[in-house]
């Protein structure tokens, strides 16, 4: 089956840095990965989508890439600030009508 | 205001007591699904309906039914809960793949189901 992992379970950045994420995926590429952000208690709200044609999107302070060759997807948060802490989920459909399927997500936590 | 709506928040039932958590979204999307989210597994899908009238299983649909009589409304049904079923849930509805269209989920804000 299709999968989509989320390496670290959770990570630790301090204010002002760039905090990068990791998304890796196997078998084939999807048509697109998207990008969620979720604080505790609350419902994942979506933040960007890439697709697989497309090398990089931006989005104010967020960054996504999508490297076929790698099959993985970071995602940056330039500036981090501690509002910035949440949890990130990505999240990928393996083809047509198939199931939405999401990584199991990495906290991060920017320090002040 | 888009939004998806759940109801209850939060619930605390016994073993055995049916129950209903309502979800509703004014978007008028085809696609809506449900999900559960587990500490260290994270959000796995109960099922999902395509459109009205049409429903399909998930990764995690044992113990749970659904129905999709109005493109709004997407109930999710525990027929004899268990305390298994102990779980943040949430439903979600989106545009339709189709056509070249991306399936960006809106999520509800979640209910937190405890059963006893």
């Known amino acids: 089956s299709q999968k989509i992992e989320q390496n670290s379970e959770a990570l630790n950045i301090q204010e002002g840095k760039t905090a990068t994420l990791t998304c890796n995926y196997t078998?084939?590429?999807?048509?697109?990965l998207q990008w969620y952000r979720q604080d505790p208690g609350r419902g994942p709200v979506f933040l960007l989508l890439?697709?697989?044609?497309?090398k990089e999107k931006r989005k104010e302070r967020l960054k996504v890439t999508f490297d076929t060759t790698l099959k993985q997807s970071l995602f940056h948060i330039t500036a981090s600030q501690p509002a910035d802490s949440a949890t990130y989920l990505c999240?990928?459909?393996?083809?047509?009508?198939?199931?939405?399927?999401f990584g199991k997500g990495t906290r991060l936590s920017v320090i002040a | 205001e888009a939004q998806v709506t759940q109801n209850p928040r939060y619930l605390i039932t016994v073993t055995g007591k049916k129950l209903t958590v309502t979800c509703s979204q004014n978007?008028?999307?085809?696609?809506m699904s449900w999900y559960r989210q587990d500490p260290g597994l994270g959000l796995r899908q109960i099922y999902y309906?395509?459109?009205?009238?049409?429903?399909d299983k998930g990764d995690v649909p044992e113990g749970y039914k659904v129905s999709r009589k109005e493109k709004r409304n997407f109930p999710l049904i525990l027929e004899s809960p268990s305390p298994n079923q102990t779980s943040l849930y949430f439903c979600?509805?989106?545009?339709?793949?189709?056509?070249?269209?991306?399936?960006?989920?809106?999520f509800g804000p979640g209910t937190r189901l405890t059963v006893l």
């Open positions: 979600a509805s989106s545009t339709s793949t189709s056509g070249g269209g991306t399936d960006t989920q809106y």
């Open positions: 309906s395509m459109n009205v009238e049409v429903t």
């Open positions: 978007m008028n999307h085809e696609y």
């Open positions: 078998n084939y590429s999807p048509a697109y």
């Open positions: 999240a990928r459909r393996n083809s047509g009508n198939t199931p939405l399927v």
């Open positions: 890439i697709r697989e044609n497309e």
